[in-house]
């Protein structure tokens, strides 16, 4: 079992904590994501929903009100999590909103097709939009077994 990690909004009103490693890392590149982030992308992780706690405050729904439900701090409005439509029991966790973020680079790029031409994260695999759902078991079997072996001196040189 993993150690558990902990994390919040900006304001510190909605505190949450993992306590498994992560399934995937993604980052999405879709315009949606875009203007939800401000930023070029948004990291997630993914988690398994009995891993995943909220420890403190509400998150409220925000964003898109839709199937796929993207949650909030309803005082600061930070983007936290989504529980996507379709997939019980998992739970996509923003990965900044972590107080020790991971440092390596996400796993999978998706929607490239509606990123901005200078954001690269690079990511081992890029979709022009979302893999095939008989891809994601592969992708999450790779990701458990990369090579962790990275250095730090990577990511800043």
Excluded at 31 to 58: H, K, N, P
Excluded at 67 to 73: F, G, I, K, S, V
Excluded at 93 to 106: A, C, K, Q
Excluded at 130 to 138: F, G, K
Aim: proline share 7%; charged share 20%.
């Amino acid at each position: 079992m993993a150690d558990v990690r902990q994390g919040g909004c900006r304001c510190g009103k909605v505190r949450f904590e993992v306590s498994d490693e992560p399934i995937l890392t993604v980052a999405c590149h879709c315009t949606g994501c875009q203007r939800m982030s401000a930023s070029a992308f948004s990291l997630s992780e993914g988690y398994s929903s009995d891993a995943f706690q909220i420890t403190a405050g509400t998150p409220v729904i925000g964003g898109i009100h839709g199937p796929t439900r993207h949650y909030h701090c309803d005082y600061c409005k930070s983007w936290l999590y989504t529980e996507p439509d379709a997939i019980e029991g998992f739970v996509n966790v923003r990965s900044t909103m972590f107080d020790e973020p991971r440092p390596e680079r996400p796993f999978v790029n998706v929607f490239v097709s509606e990123s901005l031409p200078w954001a690269r994260t690079g990511a081992a695999h890029s979709y022009d939009k979302l893999p095939a759902m008989e891809e994601w078991p592969t992708l999450i079997g790779a990701f458990a077994q990369r090579d962790r072996a990275w250095s730090k001196e990577e990511f800043n040189p």
